[in-house]
């Protein structure tokens, strides 16, 4: 399973992001996966990388929180979870999908 964070400098909620995902880690027993971090410096690049905000997590290349609808760019990226609209999953999300990569 290959784990890439993308983020941008001036949105703080990677951070809180990068932590779940770590704690998501722990719960399916994977903490020896490995995250790339892919810090997104401008528009050009973010338009190369499909970047929808952030933060954004890949699985193996693949967005699992895709919302085709959310533009290209450098801004905050809103995740919808149980409890409402926030700026990253939770844990439980990271658990779901997580656990369906191979």
């Not at 941008?8 to 790339?36: M, T, Y």
């Not at 338009?47 to 997590?57: D, K, M, V």
């Not at 990271?94 to 191979?102: I, M, R």
Request: with cysteine.
């Amino acid at each position: 399973m290959k784990l890439s964070l993308l983020y941008f400098d001036g949105c703080p909620n990677w951070s809180i992001h990068d932590g779940r995902l770590h704690e998501a880690l722990l719960w399916v027993d994977r903490v020896d996966a490995e995250i790339d971090y892919v810090e997104v410096e401008n528009l050009e690049a973010a338009e190369a990388l499909s970047f929808r905000g952030s933060p954004t997590l890949l699985i193996d290349g693949r967005d699992p929180f895709l919302e085709e609808e959310a533009p290209v760019g450098l801004s905050c990226r809103v995740y919808r979870t149980p409890s409402g609209l926030t700026g990253a999953p939770t844990v439980g999300q990271l658990v779901e999908v997580l656990a369906k990569a191979p």
